[in-house]
């Protein structure tokens, strides 16, 4: 017979008269008793608030590591990877929208208690777990007891960066690599298409970065909406300035979907010259994605030029690494092995 959810309190909450207010990310939900969160993972019960979706998995996979996508964190190895469902963004253009937009009780889960997942990790000999598919940070009370059953699992997050700083590093605290999606350079989109707040998401990168967790950044460049040289320009300046010229950015091209399905893909050249912007305003790691390439996907070494990985779709080759050094030139370079 299949375990049964206990009702889990949740972390990150206070109580405002008859109501529960979250506070765990910047939507800060108020809650009645019997009402749930605007990411489905927050029920108010009626002594506590209940963090709902705990252990509730609506997906497993054994992914590439580079479909996170994560370029500079064992690259060719492959990532025990999960999800569950709901999220605290309304992205109109979200591909996993049946998990993501989801209630839970309307898509169909499977409890799985933290040792449960452990152990099915370890059996797949895998040394390293992603919470990915929809918004892993919703799931924080089950992220962190998995990791507090296995502390040696290497954990990745998979997120939209919409998260309060408290939480926030304390996921920073277990977590190996992150990868951010900014899902474009102005408040008036993030409004508009996602009802979220670039400035809370940037703030939430900048944490990541000062906790030296590894952190890997994506941009899904949309038509007419988020892919003006302007804004590109804008965008990777801001991670040039406040972040490093040696965050990886991850350019991938649109596929219409959910709520956007008249906006039409985004053009190969489209996507490339995003690559080109990002190159010329000094990022040293600009990779695009959703499209197969000869060279747009390869890592290069900033000083000498040489091509140290080459990748074709998810076909990983290491051609010119010494442990983490340029073989050539032997400069340190920003990849784990």
Known sequence: MAAINPMTEAKYYHRDGDVYVCDLCPNACRIPVG???????RKGEKDFLCANTYG??????VDPVEKKPLYHFYPGSRIFSIGGVGCNMRCRNCQNYAISQSMTGRKRTTYETPEEIVALCRREKMDSIAFTYNEPSIWYEYIMDIMECDPDLKCVIVSNGLINERPLRDLCRVSAAMNIDIKGFTDEFYMKVCEAHLADVLRSVKIIFEEKVHLELTYLVIPGYNDSEEEITRFCIWVRDELSPDVPIHFTR????????????????TVLRCQNIAEDNGINYAYVGNIITDDASNTYCPECGTVVIKRMGYLVDIVALDGTRCSCCKIQLPIIR
């Open 35 to 41: 009402g749930i969160g605007k990411c489905s993972a």
């Open 56 to 61: 509730k998995v609506s997906s497993i996979c």
């Open 254 to 269: 649109f596929h219409p979907d959910y709520e956007m399905l008249d906006v039409p893909m985004t053009p190969v050249e």
